[in-house]
T-cell receptor, first 113, second 110 residues
Framework: QKEVEQNSGPLSVPEGAIASLNCTYS??????FFWYRQYSGKSPELIMF????GDKEDGRFTAQLNKASQYVSLLIRDSQPSDSATYLC?????????????FGKGTKLSVKP | EPEVTQTPSHQVTQMGQEVILRCVPI?????FYWYRQILGQKVEFLVS????????KSEIFDDQFSVERPDGSNFTLKIRSTKLEDSAMYFC????????FGEGSRLTVL
C-alpha cells in the first residue's frame, strides 16, 4: 500500500516566522513530489514541485527532498495570515503521466497576526 | 490564465439516482483526471483519461463509475446508482506538466 504521511496539525506560527511542513512517503521508487495548498472548501492549488534531491526555492517557499530518507518538506518564510490553509503533500509513485498522485491528509497551518 | 471549469458546483441527489459531473479541461491539455475528497479525508485518485480511453483507475472506480469525453471539450464523470458514501467533493484536473484542479463539484447523496 503506497502511503503519504503528514502530521495533521494544526501547526500554529506567528506572522513573519518560518513554517516548516513535513511529509514522508512509503514508495522508494517515487520520482516526483508536489505541495498543494487547500483553503477550506476549495480545490487544491499547486505551490511547488520537486523531482531531485536537495532544495528548490520559489519566492517565500522552499521545497526540500531527501529520497534516501523518503522525506519531503516545505518551508514558508515570512509567513502571512493569508498562508493559513491546509498543505497537502502529493507523490507520484508510478512514473509516466504526472497526474496519478497519492496525497497525504494534509497539515493545517495557522498563521497568527 | 486558463483554468479547469466544473459544473455543477453543488448537486444534491437521492440514493440510487444517476449523477453526471461535467468538466472542461484546459484546452491544450491531453491528460484528464477525476479525484474525490470525502469531507475531512484525503484527496483520492479515481481515474485518468488519455487519448479517449481510461489509462489508469483506482480501486474506488468500480462499475458504478464511468468517464467519457463526448466532444472536444467536455469530460464527464457518471455515477450510475449513487450511494450515501459517494457524498464528496469531486475534482477534475488536467495536465501535461503539473496537475491543475478545477473548483470541484460537491455531491450530496441523501
Amino acid at each position: 500500500q503506497k502511503e503519504v504521511e503528514q502530521n495533521s496539525g494544526p501547526l500554529s506560527v506567528p506572522e513573519g516566522a518560518i513554517a516548516s511542513l513535513n511529509c514522508t512517503y512509503s514508495d522508494r521508487g517515487s520520482q516526483s513530489f508536489f505541495w498543494y495548498r487547500q483553503y477550506s472548501g476549495k480545490s487544491p492549488e499547486l505551490i511547488m514541485f520537486i523531482y531531485s534531491n536537495g532544495d528548490k526555492e520559489d519566492g517565500r517557499f522552499t521545497a526540500q527532498l531527501n529520497k534516501a530518507s523518503q522525506y519531503v518538506s516545505l518551508l514558508i518564510r515570512d509567513s502571512q495570515p493569508s498562508d493559513s490553509a491546509t498543505y497537502l503533500c502529493a507523490v507520484n509513485p508510478y512514473g509516466g503521466s504526472q497526474g496519478n498522485l497519492i496525497f497525504g491528509k494534509g497539515t493545517k497551518l495557522s498563521v497568527k497576526p | 490564465e486558463p483554468e479547469v471549469t466544473q459544473t455543477p458546483s453543488h448537486q444534491v441527489t437521492q440514493m440510487g439516482q444517476e449523477v453526471i459531473l461535467r468538466c472542461v479541461p484546459i484546452s491544450n491539455h491531453l491528460y484528464f483526471y477525476w479525484y474525490r475528497q470525502i469531507l475531512g479525508q484525503k484527496v483520492e485518485f479515481l481515474v485518468s483519461f488519455y487519448n479517449n480511453e481510461i489509462s489508469e483507475k483506482s480501486e474506488i472506480f468500480d462499475d458504478q463509475f464511468s468517464v467519457e469525453r463526448p466532444d472536444g471539450s467536455n469530460f464527464t464523470l457518471k455515477i450510475r446508482s449513487t450511494k450515501l458514501e459517494d457524498s464528496a467533493m469531486y475534482f477534475c484536473a488536467s495536465t501535461p506538466g503539473e496537475l491543475f484542479f478545477g473548483e470541484g463539484s460537491r455531491l450530496t447523496v441523501l
